[in-house]
């Protein structure tokens, strides 16, 4: 696995795709919490992050795929995942190196944000003043839900050897898991399953750690998810009908 592992993650440093997805976040969350009016935290005027958790997971959803959507399906239409299996790696191996790799890469672009708390907290009346529990609930929350994104955009990526084919995919099942079943709560039929319809999405989970709670429950949600996607990807590969 860290075979695959470091060749994927240096084979996304050696491309332009790493700091395109860097450079693409980064300036578009700086510019969502320091320049933008409607969205400003200089002009929202409470010393808190609620720009980056509220809009970060909707940027996610777009640029995650877009790392993940090369992952296998590029190997299919070059012709080399036939060669990569024949080497002496399991397809666990595989599913997990490259799974990894994005979700460093999602990492790396998370940690240059830190240095927005610290801007904040300064800014504050008095300095200091900003909820620290809660935004370190939203900064596990928001790592959990990219480590989602990623294994469903792996998936995705497994199923066909298109990477647009990959890439509006693993959008839309990403936007659908995040906020697609707070919408079908609103239809008003579901009378008292409102609340377990919910806690099926994302968004529920990612809300309750953004409190400031960290509890097992949500945690145990997210790892959830992210196992049950590898797995089905495993499935996928499996197959082997391609």
């Known amino acids: ?72 399906a590029e190997e299919k239409k070059a012709g080399t995942m036939e060669l990569l299996l024949t080497k002496p790696l399991s397809d666990w191996d595989i599913i997990l190196g490259k799974y990894f790799a994005c979700f ?11 240095i927005y708390y610290f801007s904040i907290a300064a800014l504050g009346n008095p300095a200091g003043n900003i909820d620290t529990p809660g935004v370190t609930g939203s900064y596990i929350g928001l790592a959990l839900l990219g ?10 990526s497994s199923v066909t050897p298109n990477q647009i084919v990959s890439f509006i995919l693993a959008a839309f099942l990403c936007y659908l898991f995040f906020s697609g079943f707070e919408s079908i709560a609103l239809v008003n039929v579901w009378s008292v399953n409102v609340l377990f319809i919910k ?44």
């Not at 480590?147 to 469903?152: D, L, R």
């Open 1 to 72: 696995m860290l075979q695959v592992l470091a060749k994927e993650f240096s084979s996304y440093l050696n491309s332009l795709i790493a700091y395109i997805v860097i450079g693409v976040f980064l300036t578009g969350m700086g510019l969502l919490m320091w320049m933008f009016p409607e969205t400003s935290v200089l002009e929202y005027g409470y010393a808190d992050m609620f720009t980056l958790f509220s809009l970060g997971p909707y940027i996610f959803i777009f640029l995650i795929p877009a790392i993940t959507m090369r992952s296998f």
């Open 104 to 114: 460093l890469l999602v990492l790396l672009a998370l940690v240059p944000t830190i």
């Open 147 to 156: 480590g989602v994104f990623c294994a469903v955009g792996i998936f995705a």
């Open 199 to 242: 806690q099926l999405g994302l968004l529920y989970h990612y809300d309750a750690l953004g409190k400031g709670l960290i509890d097992s429950r949500d945690l145990v949600y997210f790892f959830s998810v992210i196992a049950f996607m590898l797995l089905i990807t495993r499935v996928t590969l499996g197959a082997r009908s391609w």
